[in-house]
C-alpha cells in the first residue's frame, strides 16, 4: 500500500462567530500579516504486509500469522517560500503482527481467536503547525460460529477487548479547542460483545438480527475524533 496525505494550515483575521446572532459566509478581507506563517503539511507513508494460513487435521484446526511493516514520513512546508521548514520533519517506521485460531467441532460449528495490532501515522497539525504521533492498538477477540440446516441459519457471537492509544481528541480548555488545538489520550480500552443472525425464511426471503455492546472507557472523558 501506498499513501499521499497534505493538510494546510492557515490563520486569518477573520471576525468571531456570535453563537447568539451568528452571520455566515464571510467574505471580506483578511489581514495578510498572518501569511508568514502559513504553512502545510506533506506526508506518505507505505505498507508491505505478508500471511499465512495453515491447516492442520484435515483442516479441523486452523492457525493463521502476519506482519505488516508500516513506514512513514512527513515534511511542513513554508506555504509562502515553498521551502521546508527547519527541524519539522517526522519519519519513522513499525512492524505489526496479526494471529489467529481457529477450531471446527464439525462443518456446521467452530470457535475462533484473532489477535491484532494496528498502526496508523497521525498527519493532521496543531495550529502552530506541530503534528501528532502516530495512533497505536491492540484487539483481542473470541468468537463462536454456526451455521446449520445447510446454511438456512447461521449465528456469530463475539467479544473482543479493544486498546487504542495516542488518540486526538478536543483540547479541555475550551478556548483552545474552538482555536483548533487538540491533544493525545494515553489510552482508550473497548469492551465489546457482537452477535449476528441471520435465516432463510423463504428461498426469496432472509431475515437477519445484528446487536452490539459497548463499553469504552476514557482516559479523561473526551471522545477522539
Given amino acids: 500500500d501506498f499513501d499521499n496525505f497534505e493538510a494546510r494550515q492557515d490563520d486569518g483575521n477573520r471576525p468571531n462567530l456570535d453563537v447568539f446572532n451568528p452571520v455566515y459566509g464571510y467574505d471580506g478581507p483578511v489581514n495578510p500579516l498572518p501569511w508568514r506563517t502559513n504553512r502545510k503539511n506533506q506526508g ?7 500471511q499465512d494460513h495453515m491447516k ?17 514520513e512527513s515534511q511542513e512546508i513554508n506555504h509562502i517560500t515553498g521551502t521546508p521548514v527547519p527541524g519539522d520533519k517526522d519519519s519513522g517506521s513499525e512492524t505489526t503482527y496479526k494471529g489467529g485460531l481457529i477450531y471446527k467441532f464439525n462443518e456446521d460449528m467452530s470457535i475462533y481467536y484473532n489477535y491484532s495490532e494496528t498502526f496508523e501515522p497521525n498527519f493532521s497539525l496543531q495550529p502552530d503547525g506541530s503534528g501528532f504521533k502516530p495512533e497505536e492498538g491492540v484487539i483481542n477477540e473470541i ?6 440446516n445447510d446454511g438456512r ?5 463475539s467479544v473482543y477487548d479493544l486498546q487504542l ?22 489510552k482508550q480500552k473497548t469492551m465489546g460483545l457482537d452477535l449476528d443472525l441471520i435465516t432463510s425464511i423463504t428461498p426469496e ?4 438480527f ?15 475524533r
Fill in 44 to 50: 506518505s507513508s507505505w505498507s508491505v504486509s505478508a
Fill in 56 to 72: 492442520f487435521f484435515e483442516g479441523q484446526f486452523q492457525v493463521i500469522l502476519g506482519a505488516r511493516y508500516d513506514d512513514y
Fill in 143 to 148: 468468537g463462536f460460529k454456526t451455521a446449520m
Fill in 153 to 157: 441459519f447461521a449465528m456469530t457471537v
Fill in 165 to 186: 492509544q495516542n488518540l486526538t481528541s478536543p483540547d479541555p480548555d475550551p478556548d483552545r479547542a474552538s482555536a483548533g488545538w487538540s491533544i493525545q489520550e494515553d
Fill in 205 to 208: 426471503w432472509d431475515l437477519m
Fill in 210 to 224: 445484528g446487536g452490539s455492546k459497548l463499553d469504552i472507557e476514557l482516559p479523561n472523558g473526551r471522545l477522539p
